[in-house]
Structure formats: C-alpha cells, structure tokens
C-alpha cells in the first residue's frame, strides 16, 4: 500500500533556529500534500496545503512566513518552522493523497507519514 | 465546510462490538467519508472508506444511510489493542482544491 515517510521523527532545537521536516511519497506520486500540527489531546488542525510545482495555500491563521512549505517534486514536500520559539512546540504531521483509481474525485485515501515530534527549549 | 461531529468519547469491553457515528450534515454530493485510527504520537491509519450503503473490510464495516448525512463505523470484537481516537473525514472542495478537515475525533477506551 501507499506509504509515506516523514523525518525527522522527533527534534529538540533552541530558540530562534530553524527546523526543517521532510515527507516523502515512497511508492506514489503526490500532487498534493497536507500539513497538520496536533498538541496534546486534541484533534489535527491543518496548516495548510502544498501543491507541486506552486504555492502553498495555508489556512486562515497559521503564518506562512514562519511555516516555510516547499513542495519541489511529486514525491517530496518539506516543512520549515523559522525562528522557532517553545509555542511551536507541537507534533507535526504530513499527508499525501492518493487517487483510488477508476472512481470519482472525492474518492481519495490520505496517507499519512507517522509525524514529527518538535521540542523547542 | 463540510464539518463532521463525533462523541468525544466511548468506553467498551474487550470481545464486544463498537459503533461510532459521525455526523457530517453537509457533505457534498462527489464526497466519500474516510474513516482513521490514531495512536498516541503516531500519524492515522487509515481503516475504511465508503460513499454509500455498506462497506466491508477484514478491520471494520461502515453503514452510510441514504442521505449520506450520517456515518456509522463498527467495529466488531474489539480489543485492548483497538484503544485509540476514531477519526471520520470528509473532503471540503473549495476553489477547485480539495482538503480535508478534522474533527474532534472519538476516544475509545477498551477496558479488560
């Protein structure tokens, strides 16, 4: 089945840095991808949407100067969280969509990569 | 949007059958519900997916009425193992571009 990897799976990083986590489509091509973050026992909030080849379209509030996106091929996008701060401090979580073939648009199956642990001290 | 609301929470016994039911009054008519199980610091895993009536896997069975405004994932026999939160999804299509939405989730508890 669709796989998708995603690294690193955990980082702890000072204040200020930049972080950077990659996901990968292994054995799909990936038009679009999707980044969510999740704080502790609460729900994903998606953070926005990366499409190969163009901009990412981020969700109302989430700062798209701090969370640099970059989708450069159909198996790799890329997250980097700048001038990282403790408040970041999150899991981050990618997903690809992968078309079920023969049938409608909507019929579509995320795969998601097993997250990324950020610990900003 | 396309929203999707689920109990927050659900206690069951280990051997007995599990249903959970989302509601997701607005989905659009191309729209499948997508159903994910989630581990304490993993990504979801993707359980089943249906557009209408009744869908069956070797994990999981999903009944979508004819409406398609509701949603319900059973689980047969579970097991502590099946302790997890539930996510259903929907697609939201705006601008020609589709992404998917959250909600909170069901956490069930299989207790021994």
């Known amino acids: 089945g669709a796989v998708v990897s995603q690294h690193p799976s955990w980082v702890i990083c000072k204040s200020g840095t930049s972080v950077k986590i990659e996901c990968r489509s292994l054995d799909f091509q990936a038009t679009t991808m999707f980044w969510y973050r999740q704080f502790p026992k609460q729900s994903l909030m998606l953070m926005a949407t990366?499409?190969?080849?163009?901009?990412?379209?981020?969700e109302q509030g989430v700062e798209k100067d701090k969370f640099l996106i970059n989708h450069a091929s159909l198996t790799l996008s890329t997250l980097t969280v700048t001038s990282a701060h403790p408040e970041d401090s999150s899991f981050y979580i990618c997903s690809a969509r992968d078309w079920v073939s023969g049938t409608g648009a909507g019929a579509n199956v995320l795969t998601f990569g097993a997250g990324s642990r950020l610990t900003v001290l | 949007l396309a929203k999707t609301t689920q109990p927050i929470s659900m206690d069951s016994y280990e051997g007995q059958e599990v249903n959970i039911t989302c509601s997701h009054n607005n989905i659009a008519t191309n729209d499948y519900i997508t159903w994910y199980q989630q581990f304490p610091s993993q990504g979801p895993r993707f359980i089943i997916q249906g557009y209408k009536t009744k869908v069956t896997n070797e994990v999981a069975s999903l009944f979508i009425p004819a409406d398609r405004k509701s949603s319900t994932l059973s689980l047969p026999r579970v097991s502590l193992s099946d302790t997890a939160v539930y996510y259903c999804l929907v697609g939201v299509s705006t601008s020609g571009t589709y992404k998917y939405i959250f909600g909170t989730g069901t956490r069930l508890k299989v207790l021994a």
């Open positions: 990366s499409n190969e080849g163009s901009k990412a379209t981020y």
